[in-house]
């Protein structure tokens, strides 16, 4: 996924070799820093990155996921603003640079040409909707294998969050559960943290954040 997101970069999106290699050295130290997905057993890590607005934050989590699939993550969770346009437009960015297919017209589309084997993770959510239990289950019934990553573009919003925990949690005969997965929270400052007291309970978004993180 790395490599054919490295060629999209350079002859479609056009990127300098620069900004590229720079891009590659930045994601290959922020993947140094998480778990080898291999490994056996409970783990978790977590971390921050911190950019500028309209630094390539997108390009460089995309670039991140590309590579942790290529190491064995095998769930990927983005949590994408807390507007439906914000998550929206993440999805379209994702569909292009890394899915390699259009989620709404299910065609090959942007970083898909760069790679023979005409292969793309399965997504759960699409340009147009976010996650959904009755057309999750649709696509749920059609995975015979877990070959590819499986992919999650949630609002960050209470409810998203709450279907898709109770989703995952109802459906455990697939087994996601049992795989490694990343969450990237884009904007992490925006309402993922928990400003309630320790006494209390956490506000509702960083709850819902701490529930999808405690069934993987």
Partial sequence: YWERYKKYLLFKRGFSNHVVNALDSITDDILDHMENPLKEGSWARKGLVVGDVQSGKTANYTGLICKATDAGYKVIIVLAGMLNSLRNQTQRRLDNDYLGWCTVKRVHVGSSVYCDEKKHPVCFTNS????????????ALQLGSLNEAIVFVVKKNKSSLTELYDWLVANNGYQLQKYPMLMI????????????KDDKDPTAINKAIRNLLSIF
């Fill in 128 to 139: 147009k909707q976010d996650f959904n239990k009755d057309t999750a289950q649709q696509i």
């Fill in 185 to 196: 929270d884009d904007e992490a400052d925006h309402a993922s943290i928990n400003t309630n």
